[in-house]
């Protein structure tokens, strides 16, 4: 599946206006006025926005294993750095849950870092995050890395250095409610140390991970922040998206609706957005990718490029690259 395209309706969507109408008579006051907007100046890009290290494969390759289930279930990684985190998330108890798809989300980022000594594109991160099914629509990770004797055993040092490790996962479990997840693997010298959060907006499942081409799906949770509305997208083909069918019956904070699939679509992918008290525009709350079952979808492929032009971005380039890419995207789907 071409990720990126399948999900380009669901994010215009979701940052979209479609709620506006709704609600635009209780956020006056919400915007600043027409004068001030138009005394804005354009800003230069800060400075660094091109200075991190990212590296945009053509395919890359998931290991798995990956949670049959869309759910957020406790889970006790064996390893040392899993018994870190633990212990780090227990004293944050309520707050940080240690999930099995947070633990596959850490380990994967942490493959592409090793291989690569590069962060990976945002498409991918995405990928990855859908595909260990992940609860949160808001994922986020950090890392270390240092090097190590060839000969030494890298677990040893991992305790040698657990007061700094400590403080780096305190740093990263701050804020909440969050799911987690850690990884430590080697490659040679190197060292890398990931961790994975996700902002849990919603408690959710369990959801099944597999959905036949034409088949319907019923999901159902709990929204965990104040919320005005709920709603849920599914993909069809390419670039269209179809509004799943809300049970009226339920009312917040609960939600639960039924999504079916079209029948061309060999994999299809949920976006369960919510519209947060007081806020014009949604935020995205999860992403569901759902495949048929005994696909192992583990492999990524990079979208084709929508528009000629350099590879590589610079500021200097950054504004007509957007607009190129952005045309070329709404003329092949028909939207000129």
């Excluded at 006056?28 to 804005?40: S, T």
């Excluded at 403080?167 to 693997?185: E, I, K």
């Excluded at 998206?241 to 609960?254: H, I, K, N, W």
Aim: some cysteine; charged content about 25%.
């Amino acid at each position: 599946m071409n990720f990126a395209r399948r999900i380009l309706p669901a994010l215009l969507a979701v940052y979209g206006l479609a709620p506006c109408a709704a609600r635009a008579e209780n956020l006056e006051g919400a915007f600043p006025p027409r004068e001030q907007l138009e005394n804005l100046t354009p800003a230069e890009l800060p400075p660094a926005l091109f200075a991190l290290r990212v590296h945009d494969p053509e395919t890359w390759t998931l290991e798995g294993p990956f949670p049959e289930r869309v759910e957020a279930k406790a889970f006790r990684d064996p390893s040392t750095a899993g018994a870190l985190l633990a212990e780090a998330a227990k004293r944050r108890e309520g707050i940080v849950l240690p999930t099995e798809a947070m633990h596959c989300v850490a380990r994967e980022l942490g493959r592409f870092l090793l291989a690569h000594n590069a962060q990976p594109t945002a498409g991918l991160r995405r990928f990855i995050a859908a595909r260990c099914r992940a609860t949160s629509g808001e994922v986020g990770f950090a890392y270390v890395g240092f090097q190590v004797p060839e000969k030494a055993d890298a677990e040893a040092v991992l305790q040698q250095r657990s007061d700094q490790i400590e403080s780096f996962l305190s740093a990263q479990l701050a804020g909440g409610p969050l799911t987690a997840g850690v990884w430590f693997g080697r490659q040679g010298e190197r060292v890398v140390m990931t961790v994975a959060r996700g902002t849990r907006r919603v408690r959710i499942g369990p959801v099944p991970g597999s959905l036949r081409p034409g088949g319907s799906i019923e999901i159902a949770g709990e929204v965990l922040e104040s919320t005005e509305r709920v709603s849920a997208l599914m993909n069809r083909g390419a670039f269209g998206y179809q509004a799943c069918r809300p049970d009226r019956s339920v009312t917040l904070p609960r939600f639960a609706f039924t999504c079916d699939g079209e029948a061309s679509d060999r994999s299809h992918l949920i976006t369960v957005q919510l519209q947060p008290t007081g806020r014009l525009l949604a935020i995205k709350a999860l992403d569901l990718l759902l495949i048929p079952d005994g696909d192992t979808h583990a492999v990524y492929r990079r979208p084709e490029s929508a528009a000629e032009g350099p590879a590589e971005v610079t500021p200097e380039t950054a504004a007509q690259k957007t607009a190129e890419v952005v045309n070329a995207l709404r003329a092949r789907a028909g939207l000129e």
